[in-house]
């Protein structure tokens, strides 16, 4: 009888059905895709610098880490020279803005070549924004390094060996891992680096899409991808390795262990100067993951070269594909497909495009603005065989480009 009256109930509930729209943001940073004017491109690099030189201070330059590649580099020249001042001078202030000012002044003096060459070989308003990160990134982070006490701003804790620390007046910085009292600072350090590889990996996403860079090696990593349409991948991080152990051997390593030869021997317990742990320490471990996290972060915040497919379900399809083909900066390839559909039996034309991930936004931008009631569809192609169009921007002289109109006059 219950079941009876249970399915009773269920014949006389009332559904209703509503159509809704569907929207998602194809792209990460989806607002950044569309700047397109260099001023606001410039804004936007100057702000992303700031919050670049704020963090790498947090993160980087106060924990003992390393950054990437030539910016690893530039860190370890600055700790060394701080360290070298304080035994030479023994001025406390005087061997921390060294340490500052290099730790960053570094970095943008190697990268004068690079911007030369991303001039010449990429084209000029990258190698402008780029220049531009790196200055204002520079000036900044000089700034938030010396301010008074910002050395001693954590976000968790002081992730450093204290007895070091102490002794090489707050210049040295180093965890050690069979020292019983910086067993708590190991994950500190990790979570520190796992941090950072998302923060730097995120912005160097966004600059990325600005048509800029963090510089350094990644100079010659976007000019390989615009020339061969490929990523360094395994040179890129053997490049970023072997800047991270240099860096490492001359802004940890050799300061770390002669500041422990000047410490009684039984306070540091059994570690030993020059001994392999002070070589891979922590922070050195740390700064190893990051690299690996930062590649896998950039990866899915800026697929690049990764293939899509659009299916398009629309009553415009020749308004869509004369807006696509009227492009001057992009060409797409687009082909029409008919379907039948389930329910109404009815024919119905779909325009399908293949395309990178990163320009499929431009053709989402073109169908929702011929048809707001338009479906669009997006499937990640694994594999691809075969001729894509690419686009990139190129120098070119005010006198040939004034010569390029005059011999193709529009009709």
Known sequence: M???????????????????????????????????????????TIIIAIIFSFFGMLFV???GLYGFGVDAISHGFGRLSG??????TKNKNAAKITFVVLFWAINFIINIPLFIFAAKKINKNFALLTFVFMLVSTIAGIIFGLI?????????????????????????????????????????????????????????????ILNSSTAGFDILVVWYAREKFKNLGFIYMVFHVASLIFANIIGTYIPASITMNELPSHQLGN????????????????SFLMILINSFVVDILFPKYKMVKLEIYTNKIKEIQDKIYALKDKRFATSIATVKGGYSKKEQSILVANCFYIDASTVCDIVSSEDDNAFISIYDTKKTLGHVFVSKQVNQSKNNHNNLHKSNPKK
């Not at 570690?271 to 740390?286: G, R």
């Open 271 to 286: 570690v030993k100067p020059w001994a392999a742990e002070v070589l891979f320490n922590p922070n050195f471990a740390s």
């Open 83 to 88: 360290f070298l001042v304080l035994n030479a």
């Open 61 to 63: 330059q106060n924990t």
């Open 148 to 208: 008074p006490g910002s050395n001693n701003w954590y976000i968790f804790s002081r992730p450093l060996n204290d007895e070091i620390w102490t002794q090489s007046d707050e210049i040295v910085q180093t965890a050690l891992w069979s020292y019983n009292n910086d067993a708590t600072k190991h994950v500190a350090v990790v979570l520190y680096g796992f941090l950072w590889a998302i923060i730097q990996g995120a912005i160097a996403a966004a600059l990325l």
């Open 2 to 44: 219950e079941e009876n009256n249970h399915k009773e109930e269920n014949q006389n509930l009332e559904y209703e059905i509503n159509r809704i729209k569907v929207k998602e943001n194809l792209l990460h940073f989806s607002t950044l895709h569309r700047v397109k004017k260099l001023r606001t491109q410039i804004l936007w």
